[in-house]
């Protein structure tokens, strides 16, 4: 599997990009993202009957999520990725955890069918906590909580292990941003 390439970029249309890597060997990728000369772009290599096609992403985490959405049953990877390039992942993860069908829409190619089985089957999997869900969704401390629970996911933590400390880090303080929750609870749990 083709998980990861970086390499000079050859040629770029709206929705892909050609890239030579290190070997000299050119991979058309599909990725709508703004590019330079250079590039490192994570991989999802799908095979089909006819071909085998590679999907880019600009961070890890995007492209673990478009393999998420990929179990959805009646969705494909053209659109898993419209949806992981169009709203972006925490827009998406906080879409569903909100059951937010409407935002999940506005990808092309997914209809309400295919949003519903999104929130149907991915729900659950997000694992946010019950007490902060019930907040609104205009709550910065409800989004602050599900962009740390992302990045600590990331990073490998639980959600047994991490969601007490932020929980009690944004009952405690206030942060103007979600990064600044996410450096004080990493100071909290390297001291």
Do not use: C, H
């Not at 071909?51 to 053209?78: A, I």
């Amino acid at each position: 599997m083709i998980g990861y390439l970086e390499g000079e970029v050859l040629y770029r249309s709206e929705n892909s990009v050609l890239l030579k890597a290190s070997n000299g060997i050119g991979y058309e990728i599909y990725y709508t993202k703004t590019l330079g000369e250079k590039a490192q772009i994570f991989t999802a290599q799908i095979f089909k009957e006819k071909s085998v096609e590679l999907y880019g992403f600009e961070v890890l985490g995007e492209k673990l999520f478009f393999q998420e959405l990929l179990k959805v049953n009646g969705v494909g990877p053209k659109s898993a990725y419209s949806l992981v390039s169009t709203i972006g992942v925490d827009a998406l993860k906080q879409a569903i955890a909100f059951d937010d069908i409407k935002t999940i829409k506005k990808a092309p190619g997914i209809g309400p069918k295919a949003a519903k089985q999104i929130v149907l089957d991915l729900k659950d999997k997000m694992n946010f906590d019950s007490a902060v869900m019930e907040q609104s969704t205009g709550s910065s401390e409800s989004s602050f909580y599900i962009q740390a629970m992302s990045a600590f996911k990331e990073l490998g933590f639980s959600d047994r292990e991490i969601s007490p400390i932020i929980k009690e880090k944004l009952k405690n303080n206030q942060f103007e941003q979600a990064e600044d929750l996410i450096k004080s609870v990493l100071i909290q749990i390297n001291n």
